[in-house]
């Protein structure tokens, strides 16, 4: 269970998916971390069994999913209204915000509402920008296993990248890995070949080349990815993925790692 | 039969109206999430094997997104003929959707599964148009029974307009419109007091503390998971 779960951003993610439409960013975020947290993945399936209870009684419960299910799917396919974000801006007025000193509003807020668009069929991991990262450890042997956080990387063993993108993208993002701690690393990688929306990133990442001991490496997905300098200047002090990828404005994913 | 009963109905599925694709998407979902949750057998590598459903948490609701994606398509949606029922022909897609992603060696659908790579065991069935159900365990019914108690609890503890709204919502399904309007109410308001709902629902499951116990739901879907890899899998 990483930090992001407890009483944090994962988990408070997992909880409003079944109170409101999550956006495609949001569900990104989700799925990423549903990947690798068993926690939160069985607090899902928690709160998925009540809601199925709730609307549908219990014998029915476990192959039929209730309204809000069959709603919130929906959403993630697109076939909704997209939800609409507001966005509401504290803007200076002539540099001074005004104020009044007898009236309720001691400033003028200017509301800026922006709303999604209301896009194509959003194929699974929406939006259109949306990539997402599955993490395998290889072992000298050439044995598979899929990452888990308490699982060390051992030496010898490398991991390899499996990226997936929304199938209606014709190119790939570039690709970057970054390795956080007292001596942050970038690693470039280079972005798959294939058409498909699933497919191996060239190359892997040996256990040699990352720090012994507990270490979070953040994965990143852009359009164009910036200098290193300025990768390693959005991972210091180790943030949450959301943070990095908001610097970046980039779709990041955060692996914890134990390197022996 | 909508399809072949609403010929406008089937033009605009066609054409990918997102009214269209809706309205056959809700008549689908239960039959398609009944089929991906009981399982079914096929053959592989001149084996045959049987897989036997998807466990409940985001992993069906990432199947459902994925078939009907596909199904979607506008490559899927021409294909359709618009003759035969389409309920078959939208499990076929599911079917191989699934297959395809059992054999692979990175799945997609499959990743949100504890326990590794999900894989497959070998059919005891001999007939090929046997489709094995899935049966709830005790502690699955259990586990059932134990959180209808709960919602109970919840439910009585509700005034009786939200209990209203829970129900027209909730259990009927209604749509925000049409709750309003038997409850006296906006859309808008129905949507407000529909999320103060769900956040209240929420906040009850975790005080009784089924949300965060521990249990024995993981490792069902650990044990579950767990079977043997088909040679002659993989993309």
Redesign the interface.
């Known amino acids: 269970m990483s930090a992001q779960c407890i009483g944090g951003s994962a988990r408070k993610l997992v909880?409003e998916r079944?109170?409101?439409l999550l956006d495609g960013d949001e569900r990104g975020h989700l799925?990423a971390h549903?990947?690798a947290c068993?926690a939160c993945?069985?607090?899902?399936?928690?709160?998925?069994?009540?809601?199925?209870?709730?609307?549908?009684?219990?014998?029915r419960?476990?192959?039929?999913?209730?309204?809000?299910?069959?709603e919130?799917?929906?959403g993630?396919?697109?076939?909704?209204e997209s939800p609409r974000r507001l966005r509401i801006e504290w803007l200076p007025i002539g540099g001074l915000f005004l104020a009044a000193a007898t009236a309720a509003l001691a400033f003028l807020l200017l509301p800026v509402v922006a709303s999604q668009d209301e896009g194509e069929?959003?194929?699974?991991g929406a939006p259109v920008a949306d990539t997402t990262f599955?993490v395998?450890v290889v072992s000298a042997a050439g044995e598979?296993?899929?990452h888990r956080a308490e699982e060390p990387v051992r030496a010898g063993e490398h991991l390899k990248l499996?990226v997936?993108r929304a199938?209606t993208e014709g190119t790939w993002p570039q690709l970057s890995a970054i390795v956080a701690g007292t001596e942050p690393r970038v690693l470039r990688l280079e972005s798959p070949r294939s058409a498909d929306p699933?497919a191996?990133v060239p190359g892997a990442i040996a256990a040699g080349a990352l720090p012994r001991g507990r270490a979070a490496l953040y994965l990143i997905a852009a359009p164009e990815l910036p200098e290193d300098a300025r990768l390693i200047d959005a991972v210091e002090g180790e943030p949450a993925a959301e943070l990095v990828a908001k610097k970046l404005e980039a779709r990041v994913q955060r692996v914890e790692l134990v390197v022996e | 039969m909508i399809l072949l009963e609403r010929r406008e109905l089937l033009d605009g599925f066609r054409r990918g109206d997102r009214t269209a694709l809706l309205e056959v998407y809700r008549y689908f979902v239960r039959d398609v999430a009944r089929f991906l949750t009981a399982g079914f057998s096929f053959d592989s590598g001149g084996q045959r094997c049987t897989f036997r459903g998807f466990r409940g948490g985001y992993e069906i609701e990432a199947a459902l997104q994925e078939i009907f994606r596909r199904a979607f398509e506008e490559r899927a949606r021409l294909s359709y003929n618009g003759i035969d029922p389409y309920k078959p022909y939208l499990l076929r897609i599911a079917r191989n959707t699934v297959i395809n992603d059992l054999k692979s060696r990175h799945p997609i659908l499959f990743r949100f599964r504890s326990g590794g790579a999900v894989i497959l065991e070998p059919c005891r069935e001999t007939d090929p148009d046997v489709v094995v159900s899935r049966e709830c365990s005790p502690e699955e019914v259990h586990e059932a029974r134990e959180v209808a108690a709960l919602v109970e609890a919840f439910l009585s503890a509700l005034e009786p307009r939200m209990r209203a709204l829970f129900e027209l919502r909730f259990q009927e399904g209604l749509a925000a419109e049409e709750t309003g309007k038997r409850l006296g109410w906006t859309r808008a308001q129905v949507r407000t007091r529909e999320a103060r709902l769900r956040a209240s629902f929420l906040e009850h499951m975790q005080a009784a503390g089924y949300l965060t116990r521990a249990g024995r739901a993981a490792s069902i879907a650990l044990t579950g998971a767990v079977l043997a890899l088909l040679a002659g899998g993989g993309s």
Do not use: K, T, W
């Open positions: 909880d079944f109170v409101r799925e549903l990947v068993a993945s069985e607090r899902y399936r928690r709160l998925q069994l009540a809601e199925r209870v709730a609307a549908v009684g219990p014998e419960a476990v192959d039929e999913p209730g309204s809000f299910e069959i919130r799917i929906a993630d396919l697109g076939l909704l069929l959003l194929p699974r599955a395998y598979v296993r899929a499996r997936s199938a699933s191996s």
